[in-house]
């Protein structure tokens, strides 16, 4: 099975920028749909936004609350997915996990198997 590792969190500015690492191992990425989730202090988890690969090309999808400002992508030869957070706001401080569904469009969290452990970001105001 997949394991998968976050990293590149950390505390930033309000309108700063950050790039998030999702590193996979024990499977290749490109056989799964990835994903990037936030879960906020007293909040549930929430999705943030997915990429998968099929015959017709690459496929994303973003929340309403960061399309236009976070950009998902992957590297299949470094076996790792990236999230490029632009124009931080305080309200994206929360904990990320990255995870992986077998399906080919998840909607639920449920439908994704395999979790990352998370790396906090903190965007001070």
């Known amino acids: 099975q997949v394991q998968l590792v976050e990293s590149g969190g950390g505390l930033v500015r309000s309108g700063d920028s950050l790039r998030l690492s999702c590193a996979a191992s024990?499977?290749?990425?490109?056989?799964?749909?990835t994903g990037w989730f936030r879960q906020a202090p007293g909040k549930e988890r929430e999705f943030v936004s997915r990429?998968?690969?099929?015959?017709?090309?690459?496929?994303?999808l973003y929340a309403d609350s960061v399309k236009g400002r976070f950009t998902v992508s992957r590297d299949y030869g470094k076996n790792t997915m990236y999230l490029q957070m632009n124009n931080l706001k305080a309200e994206d401080t929360a904990v990320y996990y990255c995870?992986?569904?077998?399906?080919?469009?998840?909607?639920?969290?449920?439908?994704?198997?395999?979790w990352g452990q998370g790396t906090q970001v903190t965007v001070s105001s």
């Open positions: 995870a992986a569904s077998t399906r080919d469009y998840p909607s639920a969290i449920d439908e994704y198997d395999y």
């Open positions: 024990g499977g290749t990425v490109s056989s799964y749909t």
């Open positions: 990429i998968s690969h099929s015959w017709s090309g690459v496929h994303t």
